[in-house]
């Protein structure tokens, strides 16, 4: 793995090079290199998940001061969900780096949503670790101050309750949402839904939480409605 080239691409360059290499590290790769002693990078994505919601919680609040708390709360959930998350970490590139096992490389993961927004935290919590919390408060303006503008240009209301709107307009319906699949150990699953109109299903979404996948699911259907 490339250091320098990632955090050129990160803006940031660490002190303790190992924080990086953890926080790139998927618990599959664990699997195929159990001769090291090495740690995924679920405790730091667990560590960067609070850094994040807190720095862009005090952004939010200090620099939208008309906002109403619950403009506030729909804002924060935009800006912090598994799509911004992982849209930002395809723009750094992120996959490209993630070490994985090669049955989850093949699988796709370098381009799974949900992987790379872990990821993206958990290198977060690295640089907070690394160089404490200034360095992870100019890191996480750098690279998401710039999605706030087009978030609060749509709609800040939640997909979920936006779908339903139309589709009780257009189809006499309300959308219901159901899990499809459950992967990983309890503390770090990843959830399937679909939402159904009925019983046809209209799209399905993953997310680190049921709220979070149901939400997804909604944003993914509101996309092919439009």
């Known amino acids: 793995m490339d250091n320098k080239e990632l955090e050129k691409k990160l803006f940031y360059a660490f002190d303790h090079s190992d924080l990086l290499f953890r926080a790139?590290?998927?618990?599959?790769?664990?699997?195929?290199?159990?001769?090291k002693k090495l740690q995924s990078n679920e405790r730091l994505e667990y560590l960067g998940d609070a850094v994040l919601e807190l720095l862009i919680s005090r952004k939010i609040y200090e620099d939208y001061p008309?906002?109403?708390e619950g403009d506030l709360t729909a804002l924060r959930a935009k800006i912090v969900c598994t799509k911004t998350?992982?849209?930002i970490a395809k723009e750094l590139e992120l996959g490209?780096?993630?070490?994985?096992?090669?049955g989850e490389d093949e699988g796709g993961g370098r381009d799974n949503q949900t992987l790379l927004a872990n990821c993206l935290e958990a290198i977060i919590g690295a640089v907070?670790?690394?160089?404490?919390?200034?360095?992870?408060?100019?890191?996480v303006k750098k690279h998401f101050l710039p999605k706030i503008p087009v978030i609060l240009g749509n709609n800040l209301k939640d997909a979920k309750s936006l779908f339903q709107?139309?589709?009780?307009?257009?189809?006499?319906?309300?959308?219901?949402?159901?899990?499809?699949?459950?992967?990983?150990?309890?503390?770090?699953?990843?959830?399937?839904?679909?939402?159904?109109?009925d019983k046809k299903k209209v799209?399905?979404?993953?997310?680190?939480?049921?709220?979070?996948a149901e939400e997804n699911a909604a944003q993914a259907a509101l996309e092919l409605i439009k």
Do not use: M
């Not at 907070?128 to 890191?139: N, R």
């Not at 189809?171 to 839904?193: L, R, S, W």
């Open 24 to 35: 790139l590290t998927h618990r599959s790769y664990l699997n195929e290199h159990q001769d």
């Open 66 to 68: 008309d906002l109403p």
């Open 85 to 87: 998350l992982s849209e």
């Open 96 to 102: 490209k780096f993630l070490l994985l096992s090669r």
């Open 128 to 139: 907070y670790l690394d160089q404490g919390f200034e360095a992870a408060d100019k890191f």
């Open 165 to 197: 709107e139309i589709v009780q307009e257009k189809e006499k319906v309300t959308p219901n949402y159901k899990v499809i699949q459950e992967v990983g150990p309890d503390h770090a699953k990843i959830f399937t839904v679909g939402v159904f109109l």
């Open 203 to 212: 799209a399905q979404a993953e997310g680190r939480s049921k709220q979070e």
